[in-house]
């Protein structure tokens, strides 16, 4: 199979996946957001806030993971994937265990001193975040076990894993609030559904490893070289903890708990639409980390130019549609109170996560070709001009302040990045432009000048469906005119179902 089916193929079987997800959540959130209510769903969201910090002590485990067991599978060497898988086990397994006893020892204090957790919400509060200490030693697990079934191109294991985790936890929690249970029985679910994902997983990675020819032992992977890569690596998931998730201390901190879910739930819903990008990224990783000889450049150039094309191609549609039609769909979603006071911090987060979708594939050619530090200090950037930006605007203009500070901290170092990146491949602009990007930009203006001007009319669940059709429609037939032959004959080609 080439490099572009491949691509093509488990990019197909993560967005399936991811998709089945997003309507889960569209679907339950609203419901998770009225029974906890507004403070409580501040708790609940800070649960998952903490979760993530737990991951920090993992050491970059997770990425080093995916590239050695890709590059020792794509070397034949049985042995160095081995090693790989268990290097990834003791740094996830253990790195997180040593985070959740911290967690749990330090979560009467972080409920009081550090989010400023109401005193009615004392225990609730203390609940949920010993929950997030014992889910996140299971969540790294998973980490683990997806980031070995990534390293070998097994995206239709990946993807069963990260649907049932990503439907039950939402979905069980909805049957929790209908019983008439809180916080503390929402916390055991969590951890409940992290453990059988992690079982689950664990035995996908084995049915996988089993279904592998036998390969030779070569002499291993060195740990020190395995510690390093991920420490390389390592100092960005804390860049990005503190850009993606301080901002919701910021606002705990100086607003109500009602203002963090009037601010979280837009954020939860456009992370959601993060799992595509990170699908193609998680794909592109191992495939450029297995090119080799001659002509390899050329190669990573070709897939840099065609995954970037296929991520604006899919996601630019939902940025517009979500920019235009936010006051309307917010109300609808969630209520009044949404659709008025979270429109604009909504929207500039929309426009901060369009333009942080290029990181997705600047990312795998940066890591695959030993340069990760350049993927820290981008990270540390954005994180260093958020932490100067949101002290000042969150007090002073709410949550329409956090996500201004949000926009400006992607800004300006993704434009950095891109240059940097453009310059390591050898990549003009002018054909990063034009093959890149020309076609989701050009179809996406057609869009946004059909829908723009009358997005008064989608005030009702159908009239939202059928002006998103409509632009959609739209969108499509200018940005099949403006695809490349290459790319317009390989998807009337394409049947994701009968790859192998």
Not at 99 to 128: D, E, H
Request: glycine residues 12%.
């Amino acid at each position: 199979m080439s490099r572009s089916a491949r691509i093509a193929r488990n990019v197909s079987w993560s967005l399936i996946g991811q998709g089945v997800v997003a309507a889960a959540n569209l679907f339950l959130i609203p419901r998770i957001v009225h029974g906890f209510g507004d403070e409580a769903y501040g708790l609940y969201i800070l649960m998952f806030s903490a979760s993530n910090y737990v991951q920090l002590f993992t050491f970059g485990a997770g990425s080093a993971t995916v590239n050695f067991v890709a590059e020792r599978h794509a070397d034949h060497d049985g042995g160095g994937a081995a090693s790989a898988l268990r290097y990834g086990a003791l740094l996830h397994l253990g790195g997180a265990a040593l985070g959740g006893l911290l967690l749990w020892a330090g979560a009467p204090w972080a409920v009081t001193a550090f989010f400023r957790v109401p005193a009615p919400l004392f225990v609730p509060g203390v609940a949920v975040l010993r929950a997030a200490a014992v889910g996140s030693v299971f969540g790294a697990g998973v980490l683990w076990t997806q980031a070995g079934l990534q390293g070998l191109q097994r995206f239709d294991w990946y993807g069963v894993s990260s649907v049932a985790q990503g439907v039950l936890t939402p979905l069980g929690t909805v049957v929790l609030l209908r019983g008439g249970k809180g916080l503390r029985a929402a916390g055991f679910w969590y951890v409940g559904v992290a453990a059988l994902a992690f079982t689950f997983s664990l035995f996908a990675l084995r049915a996988a490893l089993n279904a592998e020819p036998r390969r030779r032992h070569g002499a291993g992977l060195p740990f020190r070289r395995f510690f390093s890569y991920g420490m390389g690596l390592w100092l960005g998931p804390i860049a990005w903890i503190v850009a993606n998730q301080f901002d919701k201390v910021f606002v705990a901190r100086s607003l109500a708990l009602s203002s963090l879910t009037l601010y979280s739930v837009p954020v939860g819903l456009l992370q959601r639409l993060q799992v595509i990008p990170a699908s193609v990224s998680s794909v592109l990783l191992p495939v450029i980390s297995g090119a080799r000889g001659e002509g390899a450049l050329d190669d990573v150039r070709r897939m840099y130019c065609r995954s970037t094309r296929l991520l604006a191609g899919l996601l630019t549609p939902a940025y517009v549609l979500l920019f235009a039609l936010m006051p309307q769909f917010l109300s609808l979603w969630l209520g009044g109170r949404f659709g008025s006071e979270g429109v604009w911090p909504a929207r500039l987060l929309v426009a901060a996560h369009a333009v942080g979708v290029l990181s997705y594939t600047l990312n795998p050619v940066v890591a695959s070709h030993g340069r990760v530090w350049w993927l820290s200090a981008a990270a540390w950037a954005q994180a260093l001009i958020s932490l100067a930006l949101w002290p000042f605007l969150i007090p002073r203009f709410g949550i329409v302040g956090a996500a201004s500070g949000t926009f400006a901290a992607q800004l300006l170092p993704s434009l950095f990045a891109l240059s940097a990146v453009n310059r390591l491949l050898r990549l003009p602009w002018t054909r990063y432009a034009v093959e890149a990007l020309g076609p989701a930009l050009l179809a996406g203006s057609a869009l946004m000048a059909v829908v723009l001007p009358v997005h008064h009319l989608a005030g009702s669940w159908s009239g939202m469906i059928v002006l998103s059709a409509t632009g959609g429609a739209a969108y499509l037939v200018v940005l099949w005119l403006c695809l490349p032959d290459l790319d317009r004959d390989f998807l009337k080609r394409w049947r994701p179902w009968a790859a192998r």
